[in-house]
Nanobody, 118 residues
Framework: QVQLVESGGGLVQPGGSLRLSCAAS????????MGWYRQAPGKQRELVAL???????NYADSVKGRFTISRDNAKNTVYLQMDSLKPEDTAVYYC????????????WGQGTQVTVSS
């Protein structure tokens, strides 16, 4: 059974930091592209960051230089280090796993709330 379990969300002041984690199970984590997406109230889900099975990364322009995605294949976990947080980063953050070799289906976690507010 595939599971993606996010953790690390919470309430933080502007300029603060949070580290999200996504623990994966039920599939061969090391061969999947992993990603973080977010959805703010009233908005569509958007890509935040991706990391390929080779370790290459890609970021949304809005988070470049502030967020860092990483993965630990030994722990089947992907991380999102978020620094210099802004109120506009407030959203539910979702972990995604996608096999770029065979394509669909992809897998989603249940999401973790991040709120940036003073």
């Amino acid at each position: 059974q595939v599971q993606l379990v996010e953790s690390g969300g919470g309430l933080v002041q502007p300029g603060g930091s949070l580290r999200l984690s996504c623990a994966a199970s039920g599939f061969i984590f090391s061969i999947y592209r992993m990603g973080w997406y977010r959805q703010a109230p009233g908005k569509q889900r958007e890509l935040v960051a991706l990391i390929t099975r080779f370790g290459s990364t890609n970021y949304a322009d809005s988070v470049k230089g502030r967020f860092t995605i990483s993965r630990d294949n030994a722990k089947n976990t992907v991380y999102l280090q978020m620094d210099s947080l802004k109120p506009e980063d407030t959203a539910v953050y979702y972990c995604n796993a996608y096999n770029t070799i065979v394509g669909a289906p992809d897998y989603w976690g249940q999401g973790t709330q991040v709120t940036v507010s003073s």
